[in-house]
C-alpha cells in the first residue's frame, strides 16, 4: 500500500506495543496492547494509521492482579497463547474447538464444564451453526459480525453443545463458518427479510427433525458501522502499513477507505502481533 512521506514520518513516531486483545463489551469495541512503558494500554480505532508485524507471540494472561506477559515470548500460530499461558483457563487448548471430555479430564477447570447453547446466526443471509458457553452467547454473536440469531439448545457443557452443534450442522447442510470474502459480500446489502424467511425455513425443518423448540430470531444492528455499504470492502493482508478513514467496525472487521476505496483489516488476526500505532492509556 502506498503511504505518503507525512505519514511514514508520523509513523515513526507513533509507540511501539504488542497487541494482547480485541473484544466487545456490548456494541463497544475494545483493542488493548501492552506498550513499551509496560503499561496495558488502548489502540484508538477512531483513526487508522499503523504498521503490524508478521509474526505472533504469545498475549500471556490476565490475572486478578493484571496483566502478566508470557515469561517465553513463546511464538503463537492458530492460538493467541501458549499452553502454559493459557493452562489456567484451559488445560489443553485443542478442548476449545474439539472438546475431549465433559469435564472429568481436568475437574479443576470450568470452561469445558459449563452450560452451552448452539445457536443460529445470519452473517449478512448466510445462516452458521455455532455452540458457546451460555454466559458467553451475545458476546460471541457480536465478535462475530453476526446480523441475527437463535438459540437452537441449550446443553449442560461443551462436548454434548458440540456434538449436537455437528449433528445439526450435518443434517441441515449448515456451515460452521465462511471465508472473510463471503461475509464481507453482505456488508453491501441489508436484507432483513430474506434473513426472515430463511430462518422461518430453518426452524420448520429443525424442529421437525429434532423434536426441539428453537428460539425467536433476535437481529443485531447496533455495530458501530452503517449498512448497507456502497461497495464490497477488499479484505487486506494482516501485516503491513494501513492508512485511511475509518467507516466502522463490525464482528472482526475494521472497514476503512483510501484512495483504493473500502479496505476491511481483520483486527481479530492482529491480536498476538507487534504494532506502531497510536496508543491512549486504560
Known amino acids: 500500500m502506498f503511504v505518503d512521506a507525512r505519514e511514514l514520518f508520523r509513523l515513526k513516531s507513533l509507540a511501539d506495543a504488542h497487541a494482547i486483545s480485541?473484544?466487545?463489551?456490548?456494541?463497544v469495541p475494545e483493542f488493548l496492547v501492552y506498550a513499551a512503558d509496560g503499561k496495558v494500554s488502548r489502540l484508538d480505532l477512531s483513526g487508522l494509521l499503523i504498521d503490524v508485524s508478521d509474526g505472533k507471540t504469545c498475549?500471556?494472561?490476565?490475572?486478578h492482579d493484571g496483566y502478566m506477559p508470557c515469561p517465553g515470548r513463546l511464538p503463537v500460530n492458530g492460538y493467541a497463547q501458549c499452553q502454559g499461558c493459557a493452562g489456567a483457563f484451559i488445560p489443553q487448548l485443542s478442548?476449545?474447538?474439539?472438546p475431549r471430555c465433559s469435564g472429568e479430564l481436568c475437574p479443576d477447570a470450568q470452561f469445558c464444564r459449563r452450560e452451552h447453547k448452539v445457536y443460529l446466526a445470519f452473517l449478512g443471509d448466510k445462516p452458521?451453526?455455532?455452540?458457546?458457553?451460555?454466559?458467553?452467547l451475545m458476546r460471541r454473536i457480536i465478535e462475530q459480525g453476526a446480523d441475527a440469531y437463535s438459540v437452537v439448545a441449550t446443553a449442560g457443557n461443551r462436548m454434548s453443545a458440540r456434538k449436537f452443534e455437528k449433528e445439526i450442522g450435518s443434517a441441515m447442510k449448515l456451515r460452521q463458518g465462511y471465508r472473510a470474502e463471503d461475509i464481507l459480500a453482505g456488508y453491501a446489502s441489508n436484507d432483513w427479510e430474506k434473513i426472515g424467511h430463511t430462518y422461518e425455513s430453518l426452524k420448520q425443518d429443525i424442529e421437525s427433525r429434532f423434536e426441539i423448540r428453537l428460539g425467536e430470531l433476535n437481529f443485531i444492528d447496533r455495530y458501530p458501522l452503517s449498512l448497507?455499504?456502497?461497495?464490497v470492502?477488499?479484505?487486506v493482508e494482516t501485516a503491513g502499513i494501513h492508512s485511511g478513514k475509518v467507516t466502522g467496525i463490525k464482528g472482526r472487521f475494521m472497514i476503512y477507505e483510501n484512495d483504493g476505496g473500502l479496505r476491511a483489516l481483520d483486527l481479530a488476526d492482529i491480536v498476538?502481533?507487534?504494532?506502531r500505532s497510536e496508543i491512549h492509556p486504560v
Not at 480485541?22 to 456494541?27: R, S
Not at 498475549?59 to 490475572?63: N, S
Request: proline content about 6%; some cysteine; glycine content about 12%.
Open 233 to 235: 470492502p477488499r479484505r
Open 228 to 231: 448497507p455499504l456502497s461497495g
Open 22 to 27: 480485541f473484544e466487545w463489551h456490548g456494541y
Open 128 to 136: 452458521k451453526i455455532g455452540m458457546t458457553s451460555t454466559r458467553r
Open 272 to 275: 498476538a502481533r507487534n504494532v
Open 59 to 63: 498475549v500471556g494472561r490476565f490475572a
Open 95 to 98: 478442548c476449545v474447538f474439539e
